[in-house]
């Protein structure tokens, strides 16, 4: 059969399919940690995400759309793994339900499917979560590699929720030891491995850094985007910590707790909500991490990564308009 088509006549075995199941790879490492430090309340918070994703895909689909199936891409598998990686351990399931709705239903599928969405939609389902939900997103369970069947749950205040309340005087050289021994803030090892409390995905930068290796090895993401994020927080926080010798601006503590790490490898690299070209993504990414650093030091909110890429987002457009890759096969862009 004869194909008429318009140039250029290319064939890549790049496909969408196998650009998720990388993803889903580069994402297992921190979910084998999730579930190592926080046991069986971890591991059924990510397969209730997973599988609700899942099904609110199909559900949608199937019955409203009437259309062929499009679970078998792996991207609802990925959408239930970010959500999960954003939530805490001691997550109700039926909250967890309803946020894989509305990453789903309202943040991905009411814009025409994959690709179409304007917004990341674990993004979406973690910040309604957060604003409806404000006590269940904030009680985070504290690492127990011990008991992994939680026999004997207990919480404790986040790395970046303790230094928000620190006092503004507080000086690197004169209270960090005090800190450390009143509010036990973990040491850089620990939350470079994983031992502490936050969300399931967020905890350990080794499992985040070793899927984020893996997929720019794959070409699956560029560096551009997570190099730029976490050297803009890197370069503020340094400045500030360097001006004032004030702990809550520790850089490599913010580099390393929180959602950071994750935000910048796994969710600000998203094809479909964040901009197309080199230049566009290095505005982006610059975006993302002062709007990080504002939300953390300058609002209410201890952590800032899922606003500062939900309005990132929303610029991508106007980002794209002027800054768009070029035309292939000629000098113009």
């Given at each position: 059969?004869l194909?008429?088509?318009?140039?250029?006549?290319?064939f890549?075995?790049?496909?969408?399919?196998?650009?998720?199941?990388?993803?889903?790879?580069?994402?297992?490492?921190?979910?084998?940690?999730?579930?190592?430090?926080?046991?069986?309340?971890?591991?059924t918070?990510?397969?209730?995400?997973?599988?609700?994703?899942?099904m609110?895909?199909?559900?949608?689909?199937?019955?409203?759309?009437?259309?062929?199936?499009?679970?078998?891409?792996?991207s609802?598998?990925?959408?239930?793994?970010?959500?999960?990686?954003?939530?805490?351990?001691?997550?109700?399931?039926?909250?967890?339900?309803?946020?894989?709705?509305?990453?789903?239903?309202?943040?991905?599928?009411?814009?025409?499917?994959?690709?179409?969405?304007?917004?990341?939609?674990?993004?979406?389902?973690?910040?309604?979560?957060?604003?409806?939900?404000?006590?269940?997103?904030?009680?985070?369970?504290?690492?127990?590699w011990?008991?992994?069947?939680?026999?004997?749950?207990?919480?404790?205040?986040?790395?970046?929720?303790?230094?928000?309340?620190?006092?503004?005087?507080?000086?690197?050289?004169?209270?960090?030891?005090?800190?450390?021994?009143?509010?036990?803030?973990?040491?850089?090892?620990?939350?470079?491995?994983?031992?502490?409390?936050?969300?399931?995905?967020e905890?350990?930068a080794?499992?985040l850094?070793?899927?984020?290796?893996?997929?720019?090895?794959?070409?699956?993401i560029?560096?551009?985007?997570?190099?730029?994020?976490?050297?803009?927080?890197?370069?503020?926080?340094?400045?500030?910590?360097?001006?004032?010798?004030?702990?809550?601006?520790?850089?490599?503590?913010?580099?390393?707790?929180?959602?950071?790490?994750?935000?910048?490898?796994?969710?600000?690299?998203?094809?479909?909500?964040?901009?197309?070209?080199?230049?566009?993504?290095?505005?982006?990414?610059?975006?993302?991490?002062?709007?990080t650093?504002i939300?953390?030091?300058?609002?209410?909110?201890?952590?800032?990564?899922?606003?500062?890429?939900?309005?990132?987002?929303?610029?991508?457009?106007?980002?794209?308009?002027?800054?768009?890759?070029?035309?292939?096969?000629?000098?113009?862009?």
């Open positions: 059969m194909k008429v088509a318009t140039a250029p006549h290319m890549s075995p790049l496909d969408t399919k196998r650009l998720m199941r990388d993803v889903v790879i580069a994402l297992m490492p921190a979910a084998v940690v999730a579930v190592f430090f926080f046991g069986l309340n971890a591991l918070v990510i397969l209730t995400s997973v599988a609700a994703c899942v609110w895909e199909y559900l949608f689909v199937h019955y409203l759309l009437k259309q062929k199936s499009t679970i078998n891409n792996y609802a598998i990925i959408t239930g793994m970010l959500l999960a990686f954003n939530l805490p351990a001691t997550m109700p399931l039926w909250m967890v339900l309803i946020g894989a709705f509305m990453a789903i239903v309202v943040a991905k599928m009411a814009f025409g499917g994959l690709g179409k969405n304007i917004f990341n939609p674990a993004l979406v389902g973690r910040v309604f979560l957060f604003i409806s939900f404000p006590v269940q997103m904030t009680m985070w369970m504290k690492p127990n011990h008991d992994f069947f939680n026999t004997d749950v207990q919480t404790a205040a986040t790395t970046l929720g303790i230094l928000k309340h620190l006092d503004a005087s507080s000086s690197a050289t004169s209270l960090t030891h005090e800190v450390e021994a009143v509010h036990d803030i973990p040491n850089y090892l620990q939350m470079f491995v994983g031992y502490t409390g936050g969300s399931l995905g905890v350990s080794l499992a850094l070793v899927g984020g290796a893996y997929l720019l090895l794959r070409r699956v560029t560096w551009h985007v997570p190099f730029y994020y976490l050297a803009t927080m890197l370069i503020l926080t340094s400045a500030m910590w360097l001006l004032t010798d004030d702990v809550r601006y520790e850089p490599l503590t913010h580099l390393l707790s929180g959602g950071l790490m994750l935000g910048a490898i796994f969710m600000a690299t998203d094809y479909a909500t964040s901009p197309m070209s080199v230049k566009g993504k290095i505005i982006f990414a610059i975006g993302c991490g002062l709007l650093f939300i953390r030091f300058y609002s209410a909110y201890p952590e800032g990564v899922s606003f500062a890429i939900l309005i990132m987002n929303a610029f991508v457009p106007l980002i794209d308009k002027f800054y768009y890759p070029r035309v292939y096969g000629t000098g113009r862009k």
